[in-house]
């Protein structure tokens, strides 16, 4: 079974699509293939179905929902008659489990080549640490479970996933400054820092890209803009680091250290 999350959610038991339309056998399916191979526990999935409001038919309620993800599983085999539907979804004791391949579902690549990338940034090899990232970046298709309605456990999930893609990507940046791509990156911190203008990260990333490429001024502008939204918004003035960056600016220091710059 080929299962993507990040971004809509679709799942094709060869090549035939088997996600239901169903908004609580949806969350089944997400709930089993985030925890692919692993058990996910009856009462995990009652909460997650139905928080705390568990009605007394849920044992039964949640069985129909197994089974009807096992029947559109049993539709895409019909030309594998050595595979059977409970082969794929099982039941174990205390709950059910997922077998998908290795490789087959977008969140495990994406943890897979981000944990890469971060040892070879770790490793200073930032054209490799950047190459990878920029692959595990490339899987998002959107918000992670964007079409899944979510009860509490998968907004927990989704909200890790979402800050594993926000550290990907910063490190990914931090790899091409490293590299020297500092022209490369300023468009994109750009938008980045609009969508997030109280993001203190890739503020300092786009002071030190626009320093490096001959923008100072225009780094004094980004601080300034990150500076008033904290400012107003919070009553909080920027990390010290940000401020050392600043005055590393205006010093007229031509290679700041990316350290003080809150990069490394």
């Not at 290795?102 to 190459?131: C, K, M, N, P, W």
């Not at 989704?158 to 400054?177: F, Q």
């Not at 997030?196 to 990260?201: A, D, F, L, Q, V």
């Not at 320093?211 to 300034?224: D, I, K, N």
């Amino acid at each position: 079974m080929d299962i993507t999350l990040l971004g809509p959610l679709t799942a094709y038991e060869d090549d035939v699509p088997v996600v239901p339309s169903a908004a609580k056998p949806r969350q089944i399916l997400a709930m089993l293939a985030l925890q692919a191979d692993h058990v996910v526990t009856v009462p995990t999935l009652m909460t997650e179905i139905w928080g705390e409001r568990i009605p007394r038919s849920a044992a039964t309620t949640l069985q129909t929902y197994i089974l009807q993800l096992r029947r559109k599983i049993t539709a895409a085999l019909a030309g594998n008659p050595a595979v059977d539907a409970k082969d794929i979804l099982a039941t174990r004791f205390g709950g059910y489990l997922l077998r998908v391949r290795s490789g087959r579902i977008d969140v495990q690549e994406f943890e897979r080549l981000a944990a890469e990338g971060r040892a070879a940034f770790h490793a200073t090899d930032y054209d490799t640490a950047s190459r990878l990232l920029s692959r595990a970046l490339a899987l998002w298709q959107g918000p992670a479970l964007v079409d899944v309605r979510a009860g509490s456990v998968l907004e927990l999930e989704a909200l890790r996933l979402e800050e594993s893609r926000m550290a990907a990507l910063e490190r990914r940046i931090d790899a091409d400054l490293h590299l020297g791509r500092h022209t490369e990156v300023v468009p994109e911190l750009r938008v980045l820092t609009i969508r997030h203008p109280m993001h203190e990260r890739f503020c300092a990333q786009l002071m030190l890209a626009l320093h490096r490429s001959s923008g100072s001024w225009r780094a004094l502008e980004a601080y300034q803009r990150l500076r008033g939204t904290l400012v107003a918004e919070l009553g909080l003035e920027p990390s010290p680091s940000l401020q050392r960056l600043h005055q590393a600016v205006l010093s007229g220091d031509t290679a700041p250290d990316l350290q003080a710059a809150g990069v490394d």
